[in-house]
């Protein structure tokens, strides 16, 4: 099987093939009867080395939707805490049969080796690793972002054309950042990285994006602000500025947000701090897409695991929805 472990591993006309089965996923979910057979039979493991709430919870909706037998594993409680190897768990899920592994992992680089080491057979998918990639929170973002700014029914070709989306904060520890960067370099958007000089990545030169350090400046020309999570926990003191120089420069207020253009949309993969890159006030507002960003995972994730498991059956009843 295919695996999906990098957002800039997609063609356009593959970022834009899952878009569009996710709309028809999204379609599912306002019948009376909110299930599809496609997976029945197929058992999708959620291999998850790190914390998480929208991620894991939405792979484990998607693939109940499709039918398929799902089985949690988180590394707290598990083996994994005795010191077993990534190999030795790999070896055992094989064991039960896993059609598809979705890891989340602190290891920049493991779904990869997951998926290059012959320990499993079947699909990977990075749900997370380190600070490297997070390529279906950028599918899921750039639904949100379509549907938004675009409409669903936006067809090859027009996908985010000519956007400007500004992706703000801790960029050098942010996985989000690095795949949406990628993805919406794909689907021809404009992106502009806004950080303080110390959370800028080493290499940025070679991304596909401009660099701001003037928030204020590259606001009233952002067709979209995706605000990113201070992430305290892979920080290194020296890194930040304080909390309160940081969350001025940086974070996005109510008086921020009114110097966007009217249509535009503020955007966060989750989880907040609220006060510190994001105010209550923008969180709690209309143009504030986190829930329908967290809504929008869901039919993604199904039409991840669809088009790298489904096999030979149309998803839903369309000609465009055929197996990769
Ligand atoms: N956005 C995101 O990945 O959230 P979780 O860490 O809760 O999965």
């Given at each position: 099987p295919g695996h999906l472990?990098?957002?800039?591993?997609?063609?356009r006309e593959e970022a834009v093939l899952i878009l569009d089965t996710a709309e028809e996923m999204a379609r599912?979910?306002?019948?009376?009867?909110?299930?599809?057979?496609?997976?029945?039979g197929r058992t999708v493991v959620n291999l998850f080395f790190e914390d998480s709430t929208r991620t894991r919870i939405s792979f484990e909706a998607a693939a109940k939707r499709l039918s398929a037998d799902v089985i949690n594993f988180s590394?707290?409680?598990?083996s994994v805490s005795k010191g077993e190897s990534l190999k030795d768990t790999a070896l055992t899920l094989e064991a039960m049969g896993a059609d598809a592994v979705v890891i989340r992992h602190p290891a920049s680089g493991a779904p990869y080796r997951l998926a290059t080491?012959?320990?499993?057979e079947g699909a990977v998918v990075n749900a997370g690793d380190g600070t490297h990639e997070h390529p279906t929170q950028a599918l899921l973002d750039a639904f949100t972002l379509r549907r938004r700014l675009?409409?669903?029914?936006a067809g090859l070709g027009r996908d985010l054309e000519g956007r400007r989306v500004t992706i703000v904060g801790?960029?050098?520890?942010?996985r989000v950042a690095r795949s949406n960067v990628l993805l919406l370099h794909t689907l021809g958007a404009r992106v502009t990285l806004v950080a303080p000089p110390t959370l800028v990545p080493i290499?940025?030169?070679?991304?596909?994006c401009e660099v701001s350090y003037d928030l204020d400046r590259v606001l009233p020309a952002s067709d979209a602000v995706m605000m990113l999570r201070v992430q305290r926990e892979r920080m290194?003191?020296?890194?930040?500025?304080?909390e309160r120089e940081y969350a001025r420069r940086y974070g996005l207020d109510g008086d921020r947000m009114r110097r966007?253009?009217?249509t535009s949309v503020v955007m966060h993969p989750g989880p907040m701090n609220r006060g510190m890159e994001i105010t209550a006030e923008v969180a709690d507002?209309?143009?504030?897409?986190a829930v329908e960003q967290v809504a929008n995972g869901v039919s993604i994730r199904m039409a991840v695991l669809y088009l790298l498991l489904g096999g030979n059956e149309p998803a839903v009843t369309t000609s465009r929805t055929e197996a990769r």
């Open positions: 472990i990098s957002a800039g591993d997609l063609s599912v979910a306002d019948r009376p009867i909110k299930k599809l057979p496609t997976l029945r590394a707290k409680g598990s080491s012959g320990w499993i675009v409409g669903a029914d801790d960029v050098l520890h942010s290499g940025v030169e070679h991304w596909p290194n003191a020296a890194f930040f500025p304080t966007m253009p009217g507002s209309d143009r504030c897409t």
